[in-house]
């Protein structure tokens, strides 16, 4: 239990590059954010997600988020990555690993 329990501070302890963001609107800005491997076999899913503002544009691909701003100004982001585990019985629970708050700075 005590195993389990270290790895599982561990992988909730994830790093984001979560220093402030400057770019020119209109220009894609990239950050990497750390996510485990899933279990071999199925029922481990993880994800990332943005919660972002008006105007801009987020694709993720493999930890790479990729972020496109349409107009200048400051933008607060919250980046959150989830797990998502699969029951045999179809069920599926949620647990919010890392949430991160981003600022972004467009020209």
């Given amino acids: 239990m005590k195993v389990f329990l270290i790895l599982f501070f561990s992988i909730v302890s994830l790093t984001l ?5 400057e770019t020119a ?8 954010v750390k996510i485990p ?3 071999p076999g199925g029922g481990e899913f993880y994800t990332v997600s943005v919660k972002p503002e008006d105007g801009v544009h987020a694709s993720e691909d493999n930890g790479s988020l990729t972020l496109s701003f349409d107009r200048a100004g400051e933008y607060s982001l919250i980046i959150s990555v989830n797990r998502i585990t699969k029951s045999s019985c179809g069920g599926v ?8 708050n981003i600022t972004v700075n467009a020209r």
């Fill in 17 to 21: 590059c979560a220093a402030d963001y």
């Fill in 25 to 32: 609107a209109g220009t894609a800005v990239k950050t990497h």
């Fill in 37 to 39: 491997q899933a279990k």
């Fill in 93 to 100: 629970e949620v647990i919010e690993i890392l949430s991160e």
